[in-house]
């Protein structure tokens, strides 16, 4: 069992909010990452989403963007990120997960990338870019490691297409609270408590909310209606400021 899904079946069965924090690769240097990610498991988030610092982030907003830019100056590439996975993995319990765009998976190769991946140990892919009209690209491959694809739906998507991305997989559905890019936000919405409700109505899947979540009371705010949040951008700069204790103050939210 891919261990998303152990996890995911887990949180279900013990009635628990998940809380998955974004982080960028690279971001200070890859010395960093596993810093970075044995720091997390430790404070006891449910898995991580490591992000691929890339030259055009289109889902991305100016915090993430920045982080990438640091880490591409820093020399971060993709197969530098996943041997840096590879040395951190036998030492960490909980799903990784990577955030990337299909560009930088065609110039490695896609097959090459697939199998590098499943040797170092990672669980899951998010790919904002790829729609699952075009998933043959990647999925029988990623079917074949047993790496599981992390699906998006957004605040326009009709319920057809929510319940067809919600029977796929075994891991969860990535809930985009916001219209536009990823990014700390004051507010939400109005109508977002019901968007969330609206997907769990049809999803056979846990429903993580995320784009936009930078505070414990946001994460509160958003895990009454779904089963877990993302929070990228507040930890990408929680991080960079070395604000540790922030950290671990928005992961005790979901608790």
Do not use: W
């Not at 043959?136 to 326009?156: D, F, N, Q, S």
Request: charged share 20%.
């Amino acid at each position: 069992m891919n261990r998303i899904e152990k996890v995911m079946r887990g949180v279900k069965e013990n009635n628990e909010k998940a809380f998955i924090p974004y982080i960028m690769a690279g971001d200070g240097g890859l010395h960093a990452l596993p810093q970075q990610i044995t720091f997390l498991e430790k404070a006891g988030v449910t898995a991580i989403e490591i992000g691929i610092p890339f030259s055009d982030p289109v889902a991305d907003g100016p915090v993430i963007q920045a982080a990438g830019i640091r880490s591409l100056e820093e020399g971060t590439t993709l197969k530098s990120v996943i041997q840096t996975i590879a040395t951190v993995r036998p030492i960490v319990h909980i799903p990784l997960i990577i955030m990337t765009y299909m560009n930088p998976i065609i110039a490695y190769g896609i097959e090459n990338f697939i199998e590098d991946s499943y040797n170092a140990g990672i669980d899951g892919l998010i790919l904002p870019d790829l729609p699952v009209e075009e998933e043959e690209l990647i999925a029988p491959l990623t079917e074949k490691y047993g790496i599981e694809i992390i699906r998006l739906v957004t605040l326009t998507s009709p319920l057809d297409r929510i319940r067809e991305i919600s029977s796929k997989g075994k891991g969860f559905v990535y809930a985009v609270t916001v219209n536009g890019t990823t990014g700390v936000r004051q507010e939400f919405d109005n109508q977002v408590g019901e968007y969330l409700k609206r997907i769990k109505s049809v999803s056979t899947l846990p429903v993580f909310a995320g784009f936009g979540i930078s505070t414990p009371l946001h994460v509160e705010e958003m895990t009454q209606h779904c089963d877990g949040v993302i929070v990228g951008s507040q930890i990408v700069e929680f991080f960079s400021k070395n604000e540790l204790s922030s950290i671990e103050g928005l992961i005790r939210a979901a608790k």
